[in-house]
């Protein structure tokens, strides 16, 4: 199973320093990027993201990011 593209775009978020995120890799949460759980009884899990400081960060909506959790433009080669 692949992951769902969700948007050929990243999602910004402002990321407070010291909280814990946990992105959604398969693409069928309904609280992009986060996870909600709907990866249930598939292969995939969440990913953590630790926030070391309080900034926008771009999560990846394309699922396809070499970059763990973040964006790095794949999206521009779909």
């Known amino acids: ?13 402002e990321v407070e320093s010291g909280k814990t995120y946990y992105y959604c890799s398969c693409g069928l949460s309904e609280s ?6 709907s ?5 995939f899990r969440p990913l953590k993201y630790e926030a070391t400081e309080s900034k926008k960060v771009y999560f990846c909506g394309c699922k396809n990011t070499s970059n763990q959790v973040l964006c790095d433009g794949s999206h521009s080669q779909l």
């Open 1 to 13: 199973m692949e992951a769902k593209i969700v948007q050929k775009s990243p999602f910004p978020v």
């Open 32 to 37: 992009q990027p986060f996870c909600d759980g």
């Open 39 to 43: 990866h249930k009884g598939t292969n």
